[in-house]
């Protein structure tokens, strides 16, 4: 029998497609519960290792330090303000949303609800079952030639300016965190501020993340920027647009119309000023409400959360540094053969008497160069490998934990190094030590160089690395000692700096080395150091 690795909570009526994916690995127990009071799911959360859900259920701090199994919180959906993600990432928990699975379903809300503000479609087929007929009073506006100014050329952003293009509108965006390639993808004009936006939009809309920055992004002084006549969408996060603001311009007569599909507070108030604003079409937050997008997001979160559970996959949380351009899979030779620098430099100087790392400085080449976020986290994690006391030590935390204990970190790109090397360079005190490697795709990693001595050499289980007089014998002696004490050589390899000098061992072993045994190295004729590395991080 297959035994239990984890044990998954899915809530929040999560399509039974996503489910499957999960329940079909026979190392998952999955429980699939209604959506849980906040005090009941506090009590049960501590049983597992990775949640799924939607916006029901609030992930908080408390319940995140409740969790201490938890290793994934998988978001069937865009948004992840529900969720604490910094108390995530400095726990070491992974967040993963689903970002492409609903965009198809609010772009097309997005013309449904837009055409129906301005061809009086509600209006219109409220008066007919009232037996009415006022198609005199319901005159429209139609789409094409007007400006459609887009904040936020993301997913959905995209997919709104390809349809708007369909309809003959003029499309114009507004995003400081995309390249210009973006826009000549999509064929529509870069905006240089939201400004320039405002001044010419026949209709707004917003599409990004409610974050500080763009919480109010859309107030009283940017509505009455504004033409006359213009309308505001908001079927992102409520909060981008401010609700008082957007009714008072509603109410003044400023504004033709607003739509808006996400609020402050949801549900939606009854006595919300904006059910009263005239002209405004409102609804309940049904952006992703397709039976098609909350299949999407479903399976696109589970099979996340599937993947990180068991492959340790790191490439969809959002809260883990970036591979840059590069793939994962690729990247993990690379990844391996940094925290493993990382931990060799900082042994060495806690043999030194190095009691804290100052400063942890990356280089890498050119083909590692876009990855420099998550190899730095890399790097930290192998800095802080037995260090600290936390439950996850991963890429996810490892640079926060080490900025939290004054360390500085850097990274640079070197051409030094070739196109596939890393070196870790750390210091304290007054001490310094330099460990390079090289991780092409696709090959084990290995150690090029410790401190001035040239090396090559894989970085196995145990690592024991010996200074020593450039005399006959020592590697002899060592060799001996080793295999006395049970330990079993996988490489060996000396360098030296000169004939008679100081030389180095670097020393890859299979199993552990004891305190005994590097006691009885340090006892050996002309060894002048000894640094046992267990690496622990994979």
């Known amino acids: 029998m297959t035994p239990v690795s984890f044990r998954i909570l899915v809530t929040d009526d999560i399509d039974p497609d996503g489910v499957a994916l999960l329940a079909a690995e026979p190392s998952f127990i999955v429980d699939v519960v209604p959506t849980l009071p906040p005090a009941e799911l506090l009590g049960r959360i501590g049983e597992y290792g990775a949640f799924v859900g939607r916006s029901a259920t609030r992930i908080t701090e408390p319940l995140l330090k409740r969790a201490g199994k938890l290793r994934v919180v998988g978001r069937a959906g865009v948004g992840v303000d529900n969720i604490a993600i910094d108390a995530a990432t400095a726990l070491g ?197 397709s039976a098609e997008a909350q299949r999407n997001v479903a399976v696109d979160a589970c099979a996340a959360v599937r993947d990180a559970l068991l492959h340790n996959e790191p490439s969809r949380p959002i809260n883990v540094a970036g591979a840059g351009d590069g793939d994962w899979k690729a990247l993990q030779s690379a990844l391996l053969v940094t925290r493993r620098a990382a931990s060799v430099a900082r042994a060495i100087l806690a043999d030194r008497g190095v009691r804290a790392v100052q400063r942890l400085s990356l280089r890498c080449g050119s083909e590692l160069a876009g990855a420099s976020p998550a190899l730095l986290a890399s790097a930290a994690a192998g800095v802080l490998d037995g260090v600290v006391d936390v439950e996850r030590l991963n890429l996810i935390n490892a640079r926060s934990l080490a900025e939290g204990r004054g360390m500085e970190l850097s990274s640079s790109e070197t051409s030094s190094l070739g196109p596939f090397g890393v070196q870790v360079s750390l210091s304290g005190g007054m001490q310094e030590i330099a460990v390079a490697g090289v991780a092409p795709e696709g090959s084990v990693g290995r150690l090029t160089r410790i401190g001035g001595f040239h090396v090559d050499v894989a970085p196995r289980e145990t690592l024991v690395i010996l200074t020593n007089h450039d005399v006959p014998g020592v590697i002899g002696r060592v060799g001996t000692l080793l295999g006395d004490a049970g330990v079993n050589i996988a490489e060996y390899h000396q360098a030296r700096l000169a004939q008679g000098g100081e030389a180095l061992a670097a020393i890859s072993v299979d199993g552990g080395v004891g305190a005994g045994v590097r006691e009885a190295l340090l006892k050996l004729p002309d060894i002048t150091s000894a640094t046992v590395v267990h690496f622990r991080g994979a």
């Open 93 to 289: 928990i992974a967040v993963i949303n689903a970002p492409a699975g609903n965009t198809v379903a609010v772009a097309e809300l997005f013309f449904g609800t837009v055409i129906g503000l301005l061809r009086h479609l509600p209006r219109a087929a409220t008066s007919m079952h009232a037996g009415k007929w006022d198609r005199s009073q319901l005159l429209g506006t139609e789409l094409k030639g007007k400006t459609l100014v887009i904040v936020g050329v993301g997913r959905i952003g995209g997919e709104i300016a390809t349809r708007a293009l369909a309809f003959g509108m003029d499309v114009a965006g507004y995003d400081p965190y995309v390249g210009d390639d973006r826009f000549r993808a999509l064929k529509i004009r870069r905006l240089t501020t939201l400004e320039e936006g405002l001044d010419e939009a026949d209709i707004i809309t917003v599409h990004t993340p409610l974050t500080e920055e763009t919480e109010g992004m859309i107030g009283r002084r940017e509505l009455s920027r504004l033409k006359n006549g213009a309308v505001a969408v908001n079927m992102a996060r409520g909060g981008i647009i401010e609700e008082a603001a957007l009714v008072q311009a509603l109410e003044s007569g400023k504004l033709r119309g607003a739509i808006v599909d996400a609020f402050d507070k949801e549900p939606l108030a009854s006595d919300s000023p904006l059910r009263t604003a005239p002209n405004t079409l409102l609804t309940p937050h049904i952006g992703a409400s």
